[in-house]
């Protein structure tokens, strides 16, 4: 059973910072290719970065470019996803998501496996 948990959600003020974590268990994690997906209120959920399982490939989307990274720890179970220069329309509910394999989509249907989210508010 793979399961995904994600922290590191709060409230932080526009130009601010914040480190979100998943943390995997249930699968060999080197094998996933993980992603970070947001969903605001009345939108679409939506595809921000992702990292390959074999050769640290990301995508970025458009609307994070130069402000989010993402890194992932094998050992540790862990991929983290680093915000800066966060703004007000950054507001959502953040998700991590797994797939098998080194193909990097930025579908959501592409991702079988979900964590339950956290929340991320930036205030201005």
């Known amino acids: 059973q793979v399961q995904l948990v994600e922290s590191g959600g709060g409230l932080v003020q526009a130009g601010g910072s914040l480190r979100l974590s998943c943390t995997a268990s249930?699968?060999?994690?080197?094998?996933?290719?993980v992603g970070w997906f947001r969903q605001a209120p009345g939108k679409e959920r939506e595809c921000v970065k992702v990292?390959?399982?074999?050769?640290?490939?990301?995508y970025t989307a458009d609307s994070v470019k130069g402000r989010f990274t993402i890194s992932r720890d094998n050992a540790k179970r862990t991929v983290s996803l680093e915000m800066n220069s966060l703004k007000t329309e950054d507001t959502a509910v953040y998700y991590c998501?797994?797939?098998?394999?080194?193909?990097?989509?930025?579908?959501?249907?592409?991702?079988?496996?979900w964590g339950q989210g956290t929340q991320v508010t930036v205030s201005s």
């Open positions: 998501a797994a797939r098998m394999g080194s193909v990097i989509y930025d579908r959501t249907t592409e991702y079988p496996y």
């Open positions: 990292i390959s399982s074999s050769d640290g490939r990301t």
């Open positions: 249930g699968y060999v994690f080197s094998m996933y290719t």
